[in-house]
Protein backbone atom coordinates (compact mmCIF):
# COMPACT_ATOMS: atom_id res chain seq x y z
CA UNK A 1 0.00 0.00 0.00
CA UNK A 2 2.95 2.39 0.81
CA UNK A 3 4.28 1.80 -2.56
CA UNK A 4 1.02 2.70 -4.34
CA UNK A 5 0.56 5.76 -2.47
CA UNK A 6 4.70 6.33 -3.35
CA UNK A 7 4.35 5.73 -6.77
CA UNK A 8 1.03 8.23 -7.28
CA UNK A 9 2.81 11.13 -5.21
CA UNK A 10 6.17 10.70 -7.73
CA UNK A 11 3.75 11.04 -10.65
CA UNK A 12 1.83 13.45 -9.37
CA UNK A 13 5.14 15.32 -8.52
CA UNK A 14 6.78 14.63 -12.85
CA UNK A 15 3.23 15.61 -13.83
CA UNK A 16 3.94 18.87 -12.18
CA UNK A 17 7.22 19.60 -13.01
CA UNK A 18 6.29 18.86 -16.45
CA UNK A 19 3.47 21.37 -16.80
CA UNK A 20 5.64 23.73 -15.28
CA UNK A 21 8.42 23.58 -17.87
CA UNK A 22 5.54 24.00 -20.79
CA UNK A 23 4.96 27.65 -19.32
CA UNK A 24 4.72 30.32 -22.19
CA UNK A 25 6.89 33.37 -20.50
CA UNK A 26 7.01 36.06 -23.23
CA UNK A 27 8.91 38.98 -22.55
CA UNK A 28 9.71 41.84 -24.14
CA UNK A 29 12.97 42.05 -25.85
CA UNK A 30 15.07 44.67 -27.68
CA UNK A 31 14.50 43.02 -30.84
CA UNK A 32 10.68 42.90 -30.35
CA UNK A 33 11.15 46.59 -29.87
CA UNK A 34 12.75 47.50 -32.84
CA UNK A 35 10.78 45.33 -34.77
CA UNK A 36 7.81 47.08 -33.26
CA UNK A 37 9.37 50.72 -33.74
CA UNK A 38 10.52 49.13 -37.72
CA UNK A 39 6.57 48.89 -38.36
CA UNK A 40 5.65 51.89 -36.62
CA UNK A 41 7.66 53.92 -38.50
CA UNK A 42 6.63 51.90 -41.93
CA UNK A 43 3.45 52.85 -40.60
CA UNK A 44 4.32 56.66 -39.85
CA UNK A 45 6.52 57.43 -43.43
CA UNK A 46 3.08 55.84 -44.98
CA UNK A 47 0.07 57.93 -43.18
CA UNK A 48 1.85 60.30 -40.95
CA UNK A 49 0.88 59.48 -37.42
CA UNK A 50 0.50 62.10 -35.15
CA UNK A 51 2.71 61.57 -31.17
CA UNK A 52 -0.55 59.52 -30.06
CA UNK A 53 -1.05 57.47 -32.98
CA UNK A 54 2.85 56.60 -32.99
CA UNK A 55 2.35 55.43 -29.53
CA UNK A 56 -1.01 53.51 -30.15
CA UNK A 57 0.68 51.95 -33.20
CA UNK A 58 4.16 50.88 -31.10
CA UNK A 59 1.86 49.21 -28.49
CA UNK A 60 -0.53 47.86 -31.52
CA UNK A 61 3.23 45.81 -33.27
CA UNK A 62 4.22 45.39 -29.90
CA UNK A 63 1.27 43.38 -28.84
CA UNK A 64 1.60 41.47 -32.49
CA UNK A 65 5.73 40.81 -31.79
CA UNK A 66 4.14 39.09 -27.88
CA UNK A 67 1.93 37.03 -29.59
CA UNK A 68 3.98 35.70 -31.81
CA UNK A 69 7.11 34.76 -29.85
CA UNK A 70 3.82 32.92 -27.43
CA UNK A 71 2.90 30.70 -30.10
CA UNK A 72 6.72 30.29 -31.53
CA UNK A 73 7.68 29.22 -27.62
CA UNK A 74 4.40 27.01 -28.13
CA UNK A 75 5.57 25.60 -31.28
CA UNK A 76 8.84 24.83 -30.04
CA UNK A 77 7.87 23.01 -26.93
CA UNK A 78 5.51 20.71 -28.88
CA UNK A 79 8.71 19.63 -30.53
CA UNK A 80 7.22 20.64 -34.46
CA UNK A 81 9.22 19.62 -37.57
CA UNK A 82 9.97 22.98 -40.12
CA UNK A 83 7.23 21.17 -41.97
CA UNK A 84 4.79 20.84 -39.22
CA UNK A 85 5.69 24.46 -38.25
CA UNK A 86 4.60 26.10 -41.81
CA UNK A 87 1.44 24.34 -41.95
CA UNK A 88 0.60 25.38 -38.21
CA UNK A 89 1.73 28.68 -38.62
CA UNK A 90 -0.34 29.27 -41.91
CA UNK A 91 -3.75 29.89 -40.02
CA UNK A 92 -1.94 31.77 -37.35
CA UNK A 93 -0.20 34.44 -39.49
CA UNK A 94 -4.27 34.61 -40.70
CA UNK A 95 -5.27 35.54 -37.57
CA UNK A 96 -1.98 37.78 -36.46
CA UNK A 97 -2.66 39.88 -39.21
CA UNK A 98 -6.28 39.95 -39.32
CA UNK A 99 -6.48 41.43 -35.78
CA UNK A 100 -3.30 43.59 -36.32
CA UNK A 101 -5.37 45.15 -39.30
CA UNK A 102 -8.64 45.38 -37.05
CA UNK A 103 -6.71 47.32 -34.33
CA UNK A 104 -4.84 49.71 -36.88
CA UNK A 105 -8.45 50.46 -38.15
CA UNK A 106 -9.11 51.50 -34.72
CA UNK A 107 -6.32 54.12 -34.57
CA UNK A 108 -5.89 55.17 -37.65
CA UNK A 109 -8.25 57.58 -39.59
CA UNK A 110 -10.42 56.50 -42.45
CA UNK A 111 -7.76 57.98 -44.93
CA UNK A 112 -5.13 56.92 -43.30
CA UNK A 113 -5.95 53.41 -43.02
CA UNK A 114 -7.06 53.20 -47.25
CA UNK A 115 -3.32 54.23 -47.90
CA UNK A 116 -1.99 51.72 -45.00
CA UNK A 117 -3.50 49.25 -46.90
CA UNK A 118 -2.83 49.82 -50.29
CA UNK A 119 0.70 50.43 -49.48
CA UNK A 120 0.72 46.56 -48.03
CA UNK A 121 -0.47 45.27 -51.47
Given amino acids: MQRLFASIILCAA??????????????????????AAKHTEMVHQTVSLDD????????????????????????????????????????????????LDEKLSVVLSGDQMGKWREAKK
Fill in 14 to 35: TVLVTAQKRDINVVDTDAMRAT
Fill in 52 to 99: AQKTQVHEIYMDYERKLDGLNQRLDQGGFTKEERETEMGPQWVSLEKA
